[in-house]
């Protein structure tokens, strides 16, 4: 069973910096997406960043230059190191894993992360930031 459990998540003033962490295992895919996805209440679930297991990269244009993800070391753990925090940065932050079963893959990797049928989401940690 595939487990994703993120943290990292807190309070920060306007211009500050966290770094979200976010740990897997149950998988052993060879080819995958990982990416961070945010929700704020009454809002609609934005892709933040992604990453497949080539280390090919992806972000919303709201947080690019700011924004940087990565895979660690063992492949099993995904990073969202957010520096120059505003306050509409302030969500909830999900993480989530998808199995490529083509490669080349024929799609983003947000489509796979959405639309996979074997795709996994975290529980969320929560970024809010003070102006």
């Known amino acids: 069973q595939v487990q994703l459990v993120e943290s990292g998540g807190g309070s920060v003033q306007s211009g500050g910096s966290l770094r979200l962490s976010c740990v897997g295992s149950g998988y052993t895919y060879s080819s995958y997406c990982m990416g961070w996805f945010r929700q704020a209440p009454g809002k609609e679930r934005e892709g933040v960043a992604d990453?497949?297991?080539?280390?090919?990269?992806s972000y919303a244009d709201s947080v690019k230059g700011r924004f940087t993800i990565s895979l660690g070391n063992a492949k099993n753990t995904l990073y969202l190191q957010m520096n120059n925090l505003k306050p509409e940065d302030t969500s909830m932050y999900y993480c989530?894993?998808?199995?490529?079963?083509?490669?080349?893959?024929?799609?983003?990797?947000?489509?796979?992360?959405?639309?996979?049928?074997?795709?996994?989401w975290g529980q969320g940690t929560q970024v809010t930031v003070s102006s």
């Open positions: 990453i497949d297991s080539d280390g090919s990269t």
């Open positions: 989530a894993l998808a199995p490529v079963s083509t490669v080349p893959r024929s799609q983003e990797c947000e489509w796979y992360l959405l639309h996979e049928t074997s795709r996994d």
